[in-house]
């Protein structure tokens, strides 16, 4: 079994708490079976998401998750999409 707390990113800076987890809107791309995000709102800004610099999939129950470690002019971001929701939002804040 997977133990999240073992992660690479476990210690790093957090989203502040109300941040972490909230809904955001994300302007990505369908190609084939993959989802490729392009940018994100945030704060009131769209964020140009210069760089993926990771991609993994999770599953917790049925519903499958799509995490994205993305960089942007702003900092990097953990942001996940639900393919059960067909929705986006940030779950962590991963640096400046």
Do not use: Y
């Not at 991609?55 to 499958?64: A, C």
Request: glycine residues 4%.
């Amino acid at each position: 079994m997977f133990n999240h707390e073992a992660r690479w990113d476990r210690k790093l800076p957090q989203a502040p708490a109300q941040e972490a987890g909230s809904a955001i809107a994300v302007k990505c791309l369908f190609d084939k079976c993959k989802v490729i995000p392009q940018s994100f709102f945030w704060r009131n800004r769209e964020l140009s998401i210069q760089k993926i610099n990771f991609f993994w999939k999770d599953k917790q129950g049925k519903e499958t998750l799509d995490f994205f470690s993305v960089s942007t002019s702003n900092g990097t971001f953990e942001i996940v999409f639900s393919h059960e929701a067909m929705s986006w939002r940030l779950n962590k804040l991963l640096g400046p």
